[in-house]
């Protein structure tokens, strides 16, 4: 009996030994949370006493409910039927010890990322070089350029399951866009900077929405900065196309400005004016959470420019076409950098809105991914970890932004255009129903739909609403695009002749749906929704006190004979 007490003694002093010397690692709750569990269960023996299983069923549900990968599940990607990828590391990362993110020291200087057409021959030495060593890294260290490249696709794929669950995550299409690319060029940026030795060095924006930057950056044209992989036919001088519809080429550069600053402006100021209209659908872990819903930005000109950098010579449009491949061409980062920076833009000219208050659902700030830093650590990093850029030590340099003053006009004058839709509901067919019944319509000519405003205020009541407590958003719904291709529809209200609707520079433009193929497992083929705010719209239509309105949704391309759509309908935001 002596014996025993004696090896009970023994076994519990090597446990507080292992528990204290977890703690001074500083090693994360989820390494070591399971310790209390192995100590009743060790002294349970020591004594003589059955052990118990314990479970701590509150904190077990809150991590179901954050949505997080599974490092034990990464498998091949099928971005497209005939096409399987394998982009997991060579050694499973589950296998990895890895840390809590820390934010940089609070006293070290901002790291400024500068628009890359203003980048002076220094500067782009030193990416240059950092770029080039990061390439020449071999395969199995992390920060090597091609392991960078296959995180993305990872993680956009859904070569990763949720944890808890067998459903693939994937971040796209939803509020988890905005903050995983974040962490992305984050790490990335610490990575180059660390393998030239300069902890000051920041990440390039390229500068699209601006008509000094809306060509691909000259540094991205020359030594590894070049992708070979790049539709040729959008080389400098040519101004990039944000709305791009792969049908329509060869706009001058004075047409494509106007088509930019008219996209910039519905996409980040009119069509815009909610959190969930910007950020996209609330995506949460489990069957119950999964949601496809966009953001506005997501769909255009992220997807867009993707598209349009990519080669017309492949058949995913790879490099940047492609999820899979985007970030095998340097200029991603340049193109993501610009997109976070789009997110700070978006949160200060609409942050004055009570409804537009930061995220607070604890199931997205709780939500976290792994990524490898400059010292090929694993670290577990938060939403909520990067929602401040100044604690993550970086900073964008001001540039104009020309398209805030962009507000389309209508391609009819009001008062004409309501006599004509009037004549329209007498003499042309359209569907009477804007719910499309359980078979949806094919895509593959213009569908034209009367919808009813559901909420009708009368003059009285109309002076008395603030607009910008309530957002009237149209509706999408029951978007399946049925083969992995490149997708494209434009949304318009009240047009009056849709032959002129040609791109976002009229009124009547609500917005746009892209897909890009990212995935051909059965169990990511899911309907997407899109929403639209169109307040500011119907006011500059002169619809906001009609009872129902136009809605045409126009195909842009022959693949979208692939896509049906189940309705339309009128929804409030607040």
């Given amino acids: 009996m002596e014996g025993r007490w004696g090896f009970g003694v023994s076994l519990a002093l090597i446990m507080a030994t292992v528990v204290l010397f977890c703690l001074s690692m500083r090693v994360s709750e989820d390494q070591y949370a399971f310790l209390g569990d192995v100590k009743k269960m060790i002294l349970g023996i020591s004594v003589g006493e059955i052990p118990q299983h314990h479970h701590d069923f509150d904190g077990e549900k809150k991590a179901k409910n954050t949505l997080s990968p599974d490092l034990t599940t990464c498998d091949v990607s099928f971005p497209r039927p005939d096409l399987s990828i394998y982009c997991c590391p060579p050694k499973p990362e589950s296998e990895e010890p890895f840390i809590d993110f820390h934010f940089p020291d609070p006293s070290s200087p901002l790291r400024l990322r500068r628009p890359a057409h203003l980048a002076d021959g220094d500067y782009i030495a030193k990416y240059v070089k950092a770029v080039s060593i990061m390439k020449s890294l071999p395969y199995d260290d992390p920060r090597s350029f091609r392991r960078q490249a296959d995180l993305h696709c990872i993680y956009c794929t859904g070569a990763y399951n949720q944890k808890y669950s067998d459903l693939p995550l994937n ?11 974040r962490m992305m060029i984050y790490f990335v940026e610490r990575i180059l900077g660390s393998l030239i030795g300069d902890d000051n060095f920041a990440l390039l924006f390229w500068n699209w929405d601006n008509p000094a930057g809306m060509v691909i950056p000259e540094m991205f044209m020359n030594g590894p900065l070049v992708d070979g992989d790049r539709e040729i036919s959008h080389f400098p001088p040519k101004f990039v196309d944000l709305y791009y519809d792969i049908v329509v080429e060869g706009r001058g550069n004075d047409e494509q400005l106007k088509m930019n600053m008219a996209t910039m402006y519905t996409q980040m100021v009119s069509g815009a004016k909610t959190t969930e209209l910007f950020m996209g ?78 995220i607070i659902d604890p199931d997205w700030l709780d939500s976290y991914f792994f990524f490898h830093d400059e010292k090929r650590q694993l670290v577990r990093i938060r939403i909520r970890d990067v929602l401040n850029i100044t604690n993550l030590r970086y900073a964008y340099e001001e540039v104009p932004l020309p398209w805030l003053t962009a507000r389309p006009t209508p391609s009819v004058p009001p008062k004409i255009a309501r006599e004509l839709l009037k004549l329209r509901d007498l003499n042309e067919p359209f569907l009477r129903s804007a719910d499309f019944g359980p078979h949806g319509r094919t895509l593959d000519t213009t569908i034209r739909v009367k919808v009813h405003r559901p909420k009708m205020h009368d003059k009285i009541s109309k002076k008395q609403k603030d607009y910008f407590q309530e957002e009237e958003v149209l509706v999408v719904y029951g978007i399946e695009v049925k083969e992995e291709k490149y997708v494209k529809f434009d949304v318009y209200v009240n047009a009056v002749d849709e032959s002129l609707m040609v791109g976002p520079v009229f009124r009547e433009f609500a917005g746009t749906f892209v897909n890009i193929p990212h995935s051909f497992r059965p169990v990511m083929r899911r309907k997407s929704n899109l929403k639209l705010g169109i307040s500011e719209l119907l006011q500059d239509l002169e619809a906001d006190e009609d009872e129902s309105i136009w809605v045409s949704l126009i195909p842009r391309g022959e693949d979208c004979m692939h896509v049906s759509i189940d309705g339309v309908r009128i929804e409030y935001m607040h």
């Fill in 171 to 181: 971040v796209h299409r939803s509020w988890l866009f905005f903050p995983w690319h």
């Fill in 281 to 358: 659908c609330s995506y949460k872990a489990g069957e119950g959470g999964d949601c496809d819903g966009p953001g506005t930005v997501e769909n255009a000109p992220h997807n867009t420019i993707h598209d349009w950098v990519g080669s017309g010579l492949n058949p995913g449009r790879e490099n940047m076409g492609s999820f899979y491949s985007a970030a095998r061409d340097p200029i991603f980062y340049a193109h993501h950098g610009n997109l976070d920076r789009m997110w700070e833009v978006w949160r200060r000219i609409h942050g004055d809105r009570p409804y537009n208050s930061d």
